[in-house]
């Protein structure tokens, strides 16, 4: 069977659509059937509950969306179409390599950290801002995605369109295995 070619006229996004598409998925199995007193249970070795796992991950994509992603998405567009080719910057790579799955723990930046209880309905509210992440995905797809932005984190830490959207993916699929784990962890 031969594989439909991809819509997108970027491979990197087309390939982060991909890892997009696993999300959804994976989130709803990592709370399918699960107790809202298990839900909330830190995991005995401490760390964030399930849910907390899904309100940092809400605040980080809220602050990219809310914050430098749907501006630099504009500028972009607003400079046309580009042939450019992406590649990532220095601080992008860095931070794509070591936010990925299995890595080693690192402390979330002040902004991202969680409190005592995630809000009501804190995974819908995930899905929903992965939807409006692929939403800016595909409106970027075919303009210049080294078009820059300054993180949320720190004005002083800039990346790019294609950076940014790794970074979210990426550390997304990070804290879904980290959601995962503390599942098996409370006894679920």
Request: hydrophobic share 45%.
């Amino acid at each position: 069977m031969a594989l439909a070619a991809s819509p997108l006229r970027s491979p990197m996004l087309a390939q982060l659509l991909g890892e997009l598409d696993r999300i959804e998925p994976r989130s709803r199995v990592a709370v399918a059937g699960l107790p809202e007193a298990k839900f909330i249970e830190v995991p005995p070795d401490g760390g964030w509950s399930v849910g907390l796992v899904f309100e940092h991950l809400c605040r980080v994509n809220d602050a990219y969306l809310e914050g430098p992603l749907g501006p630099a998405v504009a500028r972009a567009k607003a400079r046309g179409e580009s042939e450019r080719p992406w590649r990532p910057s220095f601080l992008g790579r860095w931070l794509t390599g070591a936010l990925v799955e299995g890595g080693k723990p690192m402390p979330a930046p002040k902004l991202f950290r969680v409190g005592a209880a995630p809000r009501d309905h804190v995974v819908d509210a995930f899905l929903s801002g992965v939807a409006r992440i692929r939403a800016l995905m595909l409106e970027a797809d075919g303009h210049d995605l080294r078009t820059g932005l300054a993180s949320p984190v720190s004005p002083l830490v800039r990346l790019n369109l294609g950076d940014a959207f790794r970074i979210l993916v990426v550390h997304v699929h990070r804290h879904l295995g980290q959601a995962e784990r503390t599942r098996r962890a409370v006894g679920m």
